[in-house]
């Protein structure tokens, strides 16, 4: 079983920043990508930053220029960096991690951490 465990979220003024973490434990072997997905009320779910292994970033166009997305692959944790916060941010915010399981790629869910941005 793999543990994913958010934290950071919060409400903040338009502008502001925040910083969000995600520490994943249990049977990790082969992480293949760790990344950040937001949904808004009555919005599907929707990449926000991920990187790889390698640590190739990718970033929504919404985001691009006010998030950055870092990993510790020692402490199997990644961060994501929001700034310029805008009310068009608010949303649950969920860690995702893809693990390599043998050749399958399997993805695991945080339980998701509320963002608000004020205006």
């Known amino acids: 079983q793999v543990q994913l465990v958010e934290s950071g979220g919060g409400l903040v003024q338009a502008g502001g920043s925040l910083r969000l973490s995600c520490a994943a434990s249990?049977?990790?072997?082969?992480?293949?990508?760790m990344g950040w997905y937001r949904q808004a009320p009555g919005k599907q779910r929707e990449l926000v930053a991920a990187?790889?292994?390698?640590?190739?970033?990718n970033y929504a166009e919404s985001v691009k220029g006010r998030c950055t997305i870092s990993r510790d692959n020692a402490k199997n944790t990644v961060y994501l960096q929001m700034n310029s916060l805008k009310p068009g941010d608010t949303a649950v915010y969920y860690c995702?991690?893809?693990?390599?399981?043998?050749?399958?790629?399997?993805?695991?869910w945080g339980q998701g951490t509320q963002v608000t941005v004020s205006s």
């Open positions: 995702n991690v893809r693990l390599r399981v043998s050749s399958v790629l399997v993805d695991y």
């Open positions: 249990g049977s990790i072997f082969s992480i293949n990508a």
């Open positions: 990187i790889t292994s390698g640590g190739s970033t």
